[in-house]
């Protein structure tokens, strides 16, 4: 089975505040994203990664970087965390080939104050 | 630009019904179609993923259906049962840069 496991279920960062979420698969996938998730707004793409150290922006990247060193291992850093990044986060990763499914973790749950 | 619909966003329904979620989508040029279900605050666990090619998947109880040139997909519930409460989602894999587009999702709710 594949397993994505995210650092923290919830977290509680002030404003102003790094925050560095992780996210780690453990099927050897080229790709991995990053995921907001907000009510009425459904799932949005931050980030995603087609292999180490390659990065693309997705739709709504403003706020936000990443790190891809390891290839089972996908950072999303919040330089100057915000309140309007108080949000859930899902990380997920699939493999190369177009026609497999994706995988996600649990989640993190952030809530900036 | 390939946007995703899920009509209705919320649904109650007597267990033991068969019920369908519907998901539509605006750009035929997908590789595929995949159905999520979200329990309230956890990730996304993938119930089905159809290939372009596909007409439909079954996985015990749920039916996956795809018509590519109309942009539908439906999801069949049968015999829907308290534990199928839960968000259920679909996303469309697009031909380029392989991105994900998501629906807003139906909030499924099982009588008992």
């Known amino acids: 089975d594949v397993k994505v496991t995210q650092s923290s279920r919830y977290l509680v960062k002030r404003t102003g505040e790094k925050v560095f979420l992780e996210c780690v698969q453990d099927?050897?996938?080229?790709?991995m994203f990053w995921y907001r998730q907000d009510p009425g707004l459904g799932l949005r793409l931050i980030y995603f990664?087609?292999?180490?150290?390659?990065?693309e922006k997705g739709d709504i990247p403003e706020g936000y970087s990443v790190s891809r060193e390891k290839k089972e291992r996908f950072s999303l850093i919040l330089e100057s965390a915000s309140t309007n990044q108080t949000s859930m986060y899902l990380c997920?990763?699939?493999?190369?080939?177009?026609?497999?499914?994706?995988?996600f973790g649990p989640g993190t749950r952030l809530t900036v104050t | 630009k390939q946007e995703v619909t899920q009509i209705p966003a919320a649904l109650s329904v007597p267990e033991g019904e068969n019920l369908v979620l519907n998901c539509s989508f605006t750009d035929s040029a997908i590789y595929n179609l995949q159905w999520f279900r979200q329990d309230p605050g956890k990730g996304l666990t993938s119930l089905l993923l159809?290939?372009?090619?596909?007409r439909e998947q079954t996985s015990g109880r749920l039916n996956a259906s795809l018509d590519k040139s109309s942009g539908r997909s439906t999801l069949y519930i049968a015999a829907s049962q308290p534990g199928d409460s839960a968000t259920y989602l679909c996303a469309v894999n697009m031909n380029r840069d392989d991105k994900i587009i998501f629906g807003k999702g139906t909030r499924l709710h099982i009588l008992p």
């Open positions: 997920a990763s699939k493999r190369l080939i177009p026609n497999d499914e994706q995988y």
């Open positions: 990664s087609y292999d180490v150290k390659m990065k």
């Open positions: 159809i290939q372009s090619s596909q």
């Open positions: 099927m050897d996938h080229e790709n």
